[in-house]
């Protein structure tokens, strides 16, 4: 059996491991170093360790812009690190390598897993730090000159008083809907609201994704948060369905693995917005393959 590896860095976290027959054999997570000389000291640590469990190929995903033709990540809004993939893998005599970007190997995975062959046109979001994003055209991945695909960064909002994204623009899609906005929101709610159920909850650790819990009496400010929060991701994916056309939404990101319905709540309000009833809105999903996606999309590059 081939065993690929896949390394997902994200800027949160770096998750890697082997892959067998699109399937995790064995996985790792440490957190993404806060530093360029300490991501390339750890990057380089891990292709070690999997060239040490005879990893037959490696692929690699960034969260930001990719220059395929130097092998290089330039850095990107949330990691604005950079990377010389070449000359690690040249130090350590491998050659067998892949590098992407971080949302591009997630819409691989979910479309080779569970779409090919029964959808041509999909988009995958992966919620984190940032939005991430990816595009499936006619069965293809579009990469543009590179850096396609980077959703969370069209723009939502003209409100001139929002803080600026970590792009250094003012209204974009991440800046008003990422998870991270998500864990920020339920800590400051937790701090007006300290004996709520949501505020109990996340007392020994903050998850964003609790502010869509189906299981928890949310109160009246909560709820405000709530929908505040649903009706961005709601306008993004309108704004996107309307550039793409594209059949099927797949959500993805480490809160996939938390019970929630933000799914449920995402769907009914793009219902009440897509006003025009001539066209279907595509199907919202969650990502089959979960947070795990990532890893297995960089493993499929050696396939891609």
Request: aromatic share 8%; charged share 25%.
């Amino acid at each position: 059996m081939t065993r690929f590896a896949g390394i997902d860095i994200g800027g949160t976290s770096i998750k890697y491991g082997v892959v067998v027959k699109g399937k995790v054999d064995w996985k790792k997570i440490i957190p993404t170093p806060k530093n360029e000389k300490s991501l390339n000291t750890d990057l380089k640590k891990i292709v070690q360790e999997l060239i040490k469990n005879k990893a037959k190929g490696i692929g690699i995903g960034f969260p930001g812009y990719i220059e395929q033709s130097s092998k290089k990540f330039i850095g990107g809004p949330n990691l604005k690190f950079e990377v010389d993939v070449k000359k690690i893998m040249g130090e350590l005599n491998y050659t067998n390598y892949r590098i992407d970007n971080d949302g591009n190997i997630g819409a691989l995975a979910e479309y080779d897993h569970s779409y090919k062959g029964k959808v041509t046109n999909l988009i995958f979001l992966s919620f984190g730090t940032g939005i991430g994003g990816g595009i499936i055209n006619n069965s293809k991945l579009v990469r543009g000159e590179g850096s396609a695909g980077e959703l969370g960064h069209i723009l939502i909002s003209n409100d001139p008083n929002l803080e600026p994204c970590a792009c250094g623009k003012i209204g974009c899609f991440e800046s008003l809907a990422s998870a991270k906005k998500w864990s920020g929101a339920v800590g400051e709610l937790m701090k007006e609201e300290p004996l709520s159920e949501l505020s109990l909850i996340n007392k020994t650790e903050i998850k964003g994704s609790s502010l869509f819990s189906n299981n928890l009496s949310l109160t009246i400010l909560q709820v405000v948060q709530q929908k505040e929060f649903i009706n961005n991701i709601s306008r993004g994916l309108i704004s996107l369905y309307e550039i793409f056309d594209n059949q099927v939404f797949v959500i993805g990101g480490s809160f996939t693995d938390d019970s929630n319905q933000l799914i449920e709540l995402v769907n009914e309000r793009t219902n009440q917005l897509n006003k025009y009833r001539g066209r279907n809105f595509p199907d919202i999903y969650l990502a089959k393959l979960k947070s795990d996606a990532g890893l297995i999309g960089a493993a499929l590059l050696l396939n891609d």
